[in-house]
C-alpha cells in the first residue's frame, strides 16, 4: 500500500494552494462560514435577542463578526448569509486590532517589527480554552496542501524562539499567568495573533465562569482572526497580515508575497 501511494503522488505530484498570489479556490472557503449580512428588512431587536454571542447590536446596527459563531438563528430574522465570492475570507478577512493608540503610532510601530519579520515568521500557537476546532485548523496549516513553509512561515514549541503568539481558547482564568509568562519569554519584537471568536471575544463561552476575558485584556494584540473555527486560509491571511505581506484597511505595507 505505501508503494502505491508513493507512485500516485509522483504520477499527480502535491498540489498546493496558490493562495496568495491567487485568490482562495471555491473549496478553501467552507459553506458554513458565511457570516450575518443586514438586509432591509432585517429585525435588529429580534435578532439581537436570538444572537447568543452578542454579535448582533441592534443599538449599532452592527454585527460583531468576532463575535459571530454561525449559528444562524439570525436567519428567521431576516439577516442573509452571503454566497459565493462574498462569503469566507472576503468577508471575514483577519484585521489589525485598535488598542487606542493613533492610528499613525500603530502602523511605525507594526512597519519596525515587518522589518524584523520579512525573511521568516516562527509561530507559537497556545490554547487558553478552546474546544480544538481552532487548534486543528491552524495545525492544518503545515499539511502539503497549505504548505507554511513555502512562505517563510514556521511552527516552533518554545516561547523564546517564537515571533509570533497564536492564541486560541476562551481565555480561562487559570490560564491567565500561563498566557502572560508565555508572552514575557518572547524575544521582541513580537506579535499577538487572537484566532476565532473565542479568543476575540468570548464566543458562546463570554458568560461563563471560568471565562476571564477576550485576549486583548490580558495582552496586546495586533491581529484578529474572526471565525468559529476560522479556516485555514483566513488563518493564513492573519499571519501574512501579521508578517506585513498583506494588505488591511488600517494598514499602509504595500509588500505583497507575489513580489518576493
Same mark, same amino acid.
Given at each position: 500500500m505505501p508503494k502505491l501511494w508513493v507512485l500516485r503522488g509522483i504520477k499527480k505530484g502535491i498540489l498546493t494552494t496558490k493562495f496568495p498570489k491567487r485568490p482562495p479556490a471555491?473549496?478553501?472557503? $467552507? $459553506? *458554513? &462560514?458565511? $457570516?450575518?449580512?443586514?438586509?432591509?428588512a432585517s429585525d435588529w431587536d429580534k435578532g439581537e435577542s436570538l444572537c447568543p454571542t452578542g454579535a448582533i447590536q441592534a443599538s449599532r446596527k452592527k454585527v460583531d463578526l468576532g463575535a459571530c459563531?454561525?449559528? !444562524? !438563528?439570525? @436567519? *428567521? +430574522?431576516?439577516? +442573509?448569509?452571503?454566497?459565493?465570492?462574498?462569503?469566507?475570507? @472576503? *468577508?471575514? #478577512?483577519?484585521?489589525? +486590532?485598535?488598542?487606542?493608540?493613533?492610528?499613525?503610532?500603530?502602523?511605525?510601530?507594526? /512597519? #519596525? !517589527?515587518?522589518?524584523?519579520? #520579512?525573511?521568516s515568521l516562527h509561530i507559537l500557537m497556545i490554547d487558553v480554552g478552546s474546544c480544538n476546532a481552532c487548534n486543528l485548523e491552524v495545525l492544518n496549516?503545515?499539511? $502539503?496542501?497549505?504548505d507554511l513553509t513555502r512562505l517563510g512561515i514556521f511552527f516552533t514549541n518554545s516561547p523564546k524562539h517564537?515571533?509570533?503568539?497564536?492564541?486560541?481558547?476562551?481565555?480561562?482564568?487559570?490560564?491567565?499567568?500561563?498566557l502572560k509568562r508565555t508572552y514575557e519569554s518572547m524575544p521582541h519584537p513580537k506579535v499577538v495573533i487572537s484566532t476565532g471568536a473565542c479568543a476575540i471575544s468570548g464566543g458562546?463561552? #463570554?458568560?461563563?465562569?471560568?471565562?476571564?476575558?477576550p485576549i486583548r485584556d490580558a495582552l496586546p494584540v495586533d491581529v484578529l482572526i474572526p471565525g468559529c473555527p476560522p479556516s485555514p486560509i483566513q488563518i493564513l491571511q492573519?499571519?501574512?497580515?501579521?508578517?506585513?505581506?498583506?494588505? &488591511?484597511?488600517? /494598514? *499602509?505595507? +504595500?509588500a505583497e508575497v507575489a513580489k518576493d
Open positions: 471555491p473549496d478553501e472557503v $467552507p $459553506p *458554513s &462560514s458565511a $457570516p450575518p449580512t443586514p438586509t432591509e459563531v454561525y449559528c !444562524r !438563528r439570525c @436567519a *428567521s +430574522a431576516n439577516f +442573509a448569509f452571503a454566497a459565493g465570492d462574498d462569503r469566507g475570507p @472576503a *468577508s471575514l #478577512r483577519a484585521s489589525l +486590532a485598535e488598542d487606542g493608540r493613533a492610528e499613525k503610532e500603530t502602523l511605525e510601530d507594526l /512597519e #519596525r !517589527r515587518w522589518k524584523t519579520f #520579512r525573511r496549516l503545515s499539511n $502539503p496542501y497549505y517564537a515571533d509570533a503568539l497564536v492564541v486560541v481558547g476562551a481565555l480561562n482564568k487559570d490560564m491567565v499567568d500561563v458562546v463561552f #463570554r458568560d461563563a465562569e471560568s471565562f476571564v476575558s492573519g499571519l501574512l497580515l501579521g508578517l506585513g505581506k498583506l494588505q &488591511s484597511g488600517r /494598514e *499602509s505595507n +504595500a
